[in-house]
């Protein structure tokens, strides 16, 4: 194996040094493949990745999404999303503002939700910017029998509108985001999604909610439903050991395995101080509960 590994956190995420992602050997991705089974949550160290490169390279990991966000899609190549908070001279935006301000997995409203997520450090703020991380895999080993039995082979509910959904606010930063919300409120179907997912290449159970998207649980009434989610939620931060902040260097390219973590944009920067990230992402299956 031609690079480095160290594991940074518990929680599964780990560095790698000395390997190029504009031009892997074919050894060293194998290699690659191999440890990001091993550790759901990848940082590679000192890339100087074009947005043709970086698309390039997650192609090797999969189909990409197609972005919905077509305005916020890098000249260079269209599968690559800004996330920034960059202005042009005539105030407009460059970027998405607050990208994934609240705990989620990415595009777990949709019916084949994304399965790996990669951000390219373009530019980091002085202060703020990191990437928080929590192991569903490890919060879900922990959870006490009662809760799990309540849960396993049951579906919750989930939707892209925040307009929908008192867990989270919508940020003032992003211009004409409240209009946004509310026509994906009226365009958009509610997708359900297996309270346990079973992980489709280890097999390993994960507590597959989220504060971001999870509205509701499948033929239960609220009244009983959201008691439930909030207990789950509480239960899902109570252990620090389940969790990793990544904070950014320049160069640092991160993916993550969408199947088994939630995840959370840090904030805490304000222009005109910036953050640039590029965006690529891993389409993926269907998510399913398989008993043990
Ligand atoms: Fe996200």
């Known amino acids: ?3 480095t590994l160290n594991q940074i956190s518990p929680a599964g995420a780990a560095e790698i ?9 074919p050894d060293d991705f194998a290699a690659l493949r191999q440890a990001f089974r091993d550790h759901p949550i990848l940082c590679i160290r000192d890339q100087a990745l074009t947005p043709k490169a970086q698309a390039s390279f997650a192609r090797q990991w999969g189909s990409l999404e197609s972005q919905d966000r077509s305005a916020y899609c890098h000249p260079d190549d269209n599968d690559v999303l800004i996330l920034s908070n960059e202005r042009r001279p005539d105030g407009s935006q460059v970027g998405i503002v607050d990208a ?3 705990w989620h997995s990415d595009s777990s409203h949709m019916t084949d939700p994304c399965r790996i997520t990669m951000l390219y450090s373009v530019k980091n703020p002085l202060q703020g910017g990191d990437t928080e991380f929590i192991n569903t895999n490890q919060v879900f080993a922990a959870l006490p029998d009662a809760l799990k039995r309540q849960i396993e082979g049951r579906n919750a509910v989930h939707h892209v509108s925040k307009t929908l959904n008192p867990r989270v606010t919508i940020s003032a930063e992003r211009e004409a985001a409240v209009d946004y919300y509310k026509r994906r409120e009226k365009e958009t179907k509610p997708v359900v999604q297996p309270m346990v997912r079973t992980h489709p290449e280890t097999g ?3 507590l597959y909610i989220s504060p971001r998207f999870t509205i509701a649980i499948e033929d239960m009434d609220d009244a009983q439903a959201q008691p439930l989610l909030d207990e789950l939620f509480r239960f899902m931060f109570s252990n620090p050991a389940w969790r990793y902040t990544h904070k950014w260097k320049d160069g640092d390219f991160v993916f993550w395995d969408n199947a088994c973590l939630n995840h959370m944009a840090g904030g805490g920067y304000h222009y005109p101080d910036t953050r640039r990230m590029h965006r690529t992402t891993v389409a993926g299956e269907r998510p399913f509960y398989r008993a043990a």
């Open 100 to 102: 994934g301000d609240f």
């Open 1 to 3: 194996m031609g690079f």
């Open 17 to 25: 040094i000395g390997f190029d992602c504009s031009n892997p050997a």
């Open 204 to 206: 390993v159970p994960t």
